[in-house]
C-alpha cells in the first residue's frame, strides 16, 4: 500500500474484554514496529519485527499484550482482559530495514471503559 | 533497550528565529539517527536522517551528529508558527535486530 494502515482508528472497549489491533505495513517493509503512547507522553516501545527473525517483545508491558506477524505483512497486537491503563494511541511503523527511516500509520486510540 | 534524551521544553523562539533542538543516546553503537515531528493529535512524521558526523541540510532544516560526544541536534532556521509541534529523535544500530529508540521529544512553540 502508498502508506502504513491502521485499524481501527478508535476503539471503545469495556475494561477485562480483549481487543485486536491491526497494521498493514508498507509492501516490502521488513521491520515492523508496536509503539504505544498515551496522552501527552513520549513513544513507549512495545514490540519489533524484522523479517523471519524472532521478535523483540521486550517492550511489552505484561503478558496480557501479545503480537503476531506473518512474514511481512499484517501484524496484529492483542491486548486481553483490558485495564483503563491500556487507554492510549498505538502506533505502528515500518520500515524497509533496521537501519532505515520507519513511517508511521495514523494510529489506533484506544480507550477503556 | 538504550537510552536516548531529550530536553522536553517547551522551547519557545520568536518567529524568524533558529531553533535548536538536542538529543544525547547512550548506545557507542548508534549508527543511524533520525528526526521526527509530531502535531498534537497526529503521527510521527519524518523530517531528517543522518548517519555521518557532521552536518546535513535540507531547506530550513540541519541535522548535526557528533558521534565522539555522542549528541545529534536539529536546527530549524527561520522558524515559523507552523514549525510549533514535538520533535522526536530516534537511533539505531545498524547491526544486528535492533529497534529504532525514540527518546520523549521536545515541545517547540513558535511565537508570532
Known amino acids: 500500500g502508498a502508506g502504513v494502515s491502521q485499524s481501527p482508528s478508535n476503539k471503545v472497549t469495556e475494561k477485562g474484554k480483549d481487543v485486536e489491533l491491526r497494521c498493514d505495513p508498507i509492501s516490502g517493509h521488513t521491520a515492523l514496529y508496536w509503539y504505544r503512547q498515551r496522552l501527552g507522553q513520549g513513544l513507549e516501545f512495545l514490540i519489533y519485527?524484522?523479517?523471519?527473525?524472532?521478535?523483540?517483545k521486550s517492550g511489552l508491558p505484561s503478558d496480557r499484550f501479545s503480537a503476531e506477524r506473518t512474514g511481512e505483512s499484517v501484524s496484529t497486537l492483542t491486548i486481553q482482559r483490558t485495564q483503563q491503563e491500556d487507554s492510549a494511541v498505538y502506533l505502528c511503523?515500518?520500515?524497509?530495514?533496521?537501519?532505515?527511516?520507519?513511517?508511521f500509520g495514523q494510529g489506533t486510540r484506544l480507550t477503556v471503559v | 533497550q538504550k537510552e536516548v534524551e531529550q530536553n522536553s521544553g517547551p522551547l519557545s523562539v520568536p518567529e524568524g528565529a533558529i531553533a535548536s533542538l538536542n538529543c544525547t543516546y547512550s548506545d557507542r553503537g548508534s549508527q543511524s539517527f533520525f528526526w521526527y515531528r509530531q502535531y498534537s493529535g497526529k503521527s510521527p512524521e519524518l523530517i531528517m536522517f543522518?548517519?555521518?558526523?557532521g552536518d546535513k541540510e535540507d531547506g530550513r532544516f540541519t541535522a548535526q551528529l557528533n558521534k565522539a560526544s555522542q549528541y545529534v541536534s536539529l536546527l530549524i532556521r527561520d522558524s515559523q508558527p507552523s514549525d510549533s509541534a514535538t520533535y522526536l529523535c530516534?537511533?539505531?544500530?545498524?547491526?544486528?535486530?535492533?529497534?529504532?529508540?525514540f527518546g520523549k521529544g521536545t515541545r517547540l512553540s513558535v511565537i508570532a
Open positions: 519485527f524484522q523479517g523471519n527473525s524472532a521478535p523483540d
Open positions: 530516534a537511533v539505531t544500530r545498524n547491526s544486528g535486530n535492533t529497534p529504532l529508540v
Open positions: 511503523a515500518s520500515s524497509l530495514s533496521s537501519v532505515a527511516e520507519a513511517f
Open positions: 543522518i548517519y555521518s558526523n
